[in-house]
Each structure stands twice: as structure tokens, then as C-alpha cells.
């Protein structure tokens, strides 16, 4: 019989039992709610940015608007598995990582799009919004900072926030050298940077969610009580 404790921690990235170490699986309730507030903050950001992504001609304001979205969904998707079975988190982090790299593909078609067709975007539009974004995730981030370490599930939802913060940084800048150069070619190029950003987090994310399910599944067998063949003595 175990003497451990099976309640998650509580307020930690992780917690403690007979000297194991558990993995923070989010199932706090300080860190759901948490949770709900950076999905209110996605859901602001990515009315604010479609906006002006339209507005502006902006394959970068694209690739933001674009994480917003999918950011506010999968962060729901997050709130939904915590609590579940090891398994069903496991899922639901390699679903995030397959919406990121579809992300990144939409990104580089649009690029592409709009290298053959585009006129140059407006570059203050862009870099204001880009500052907008990037105030958005830091609060985010401040929200998520004791929160950065966990299951693959926990895990993802500080990696996109950090990487949303480096992005919309980055298309702030793009702005600046839109404007100063008159030339549609920086907001290219940093569309296709962030893409690669995206699908090197999708592969992250879903490296570990594969190892977490692997785990989960030959946890499962190893609880599987055999009949004993034993005939006693």
C-alpha cells in the first residue's frame, strides 16, 4: 500500500511524494483561472489584429491574427483537459501541435501569395499593432511565469505565449523597416521567420505529448493485475 498522495499540486510546477517528483498537470485552481484569463486575452487580441491585418495588407499582422485565434483555441482546449486522464492531455497537446503546423503552412502560402501580388502594407498600422500584441502576451506571460514547467499540456501553453511575445516584437519591427525602406519585402521575410517559429514549436510540443502517451500507455499495462499461476505452498 502507497502512503503518497494522489491529489496534483496544487500551486507548483511541481510537487513532491516519497521522494518522486510529479509533473505539474495544471490541476490548480489558481492556475485555471489563470488559464481563463489568458484566453480572454487571445480573444481580445485577435479582434483587434484581424482588424488590422485586413486594413493593413500585412502577411506579419496575418501571422499574428492568425495565433490569436488558434492561441484562444487550443488554451481552451487546455482548460477543457485538465483533470483528464494522462492519455486524454497527452492528445490534446499533439492536437496543439498539429493546429500550430497548419498555422505555419497557412502562413507560408499567404507569404507567397502575397510576394507574387501584394503592394506594399502600412507600416505604422503594423508596428502599432504589433506593440499592442506584444503588451497582450506579456501580460500573459506574467500570468504564466510560475507556470512555465508541467505536462506536455501545461508546457504548451507557455511556449506559444512566449513565442506570441517574441512574435508580435518581431512584427513590430517589421513594421519600422516597412516603413523606412517603402518595400513589402521585411513583412515577407518575418511572416516566413514566424512560420518557422510555429512548426519548431509544433515539433516540441508534440515530442513530448508523444512520449507522455507512450508513458501512459505502458502505464496502463503495468497496472493490469495477471491471475497468479502460483499454487501455494
Known amino acids: 500500500m502507497s502512503f503518497c498522495s494522489s491529489e496534483p499540486a496544487k500551486d507548483s510546477a511541481s510537487a513532491g511524494c516519497c521522494g518522486v517528483t510529479a509533473v ?4 490548480s485552481v489558481a492556475y485555471r483561472r489563470v488559464l481563463a484569463w489568458v484566453i480572454v486575452i487571445n480573444l481580445l487580441g485577435f479582434g483587434v489584429v484581424a482588424v488590422g491585418a485586413v486594413l493593413a495588407g500585412s502577411t506579419s499582422l496575418a501571422a499574428n491574427t492568425l495565433d490569436f485565434a488558434a492561441d484562444a483555441a487550443t488554451y481552451a482546449l487546455s ?27 497557412a502562413i507560408l502560402v ?10 506594399v502594407p502600412d507600416g505604422a ?10 503588451a497582450a502576451n506579456l501580460v ?12 506536455a499540456n501545461v508546457r504548451s501553453v507557455w511556449l506559444c505565449t512566449r513565442n506570441d511575445l517574441i512574435q508580435c516584437l518581431a512584427v513590430a519591427a517589421t513594421g519600422l523597416a516597412v516603413a523606412l525602406t517603402g518595400s ?5 521575410v518575418v511572416g516566413v521567420l514566424l512560420a518557422a517559429v510555429f512548426l519548431r514549436s509544433a515539433w516540441q510540443i ?5 512520449a507522455e502517451l507512450r508513458a501512459a500507455r505502458v502505464g496502463q499495462r ?12
Do not use: C, H
Not at 505539474?24 to 490541476?27: L, M, Q, R, W, Y
Not at 502575397?114 to 503592394?119: C, F, L, M, P, Y
Not at 503495468?222 to 505452498?233: E, K, M, V
Open 24 to 27: 505539474f498537470d495544471g490541476a
Open 79 to 105: 482548460l477543457w483537459a485538465i483533470g483528464k486522464s494522462a492519455q486524454v492531455r497527452a492528445v490534446s497537446a499533439l492536437f496543439k501541435g498539429a493546429s500550430l503546423a497548419v498555422m505555419a503552412a
Open 110 to 119: 499567404f507569404a507567397v501569395w502575397r510576394a507574387v501580388s501584394g503592394t
Open 125 to 134: 498600422a503594423i508596428s502599432g499593432l504589433g506593440l499592442f500584441g506584444a
Open 140 to 151: 500573459a506571460a506574467v500570468l504564466l511565469m510560475r507556470y512555465r514547467e508541467g505536462d
Open 184 to 188: 513589402r519585402w521585411p513583412d515577407l
Open 206 to 210: 508534440t515530442d513530448q505529448a508523444r
Open 222 to 233: 503495468s497496472d493490469i493485475n495477471y491471475p497468479s499461476t502460483a499454487t501455494g505452498l
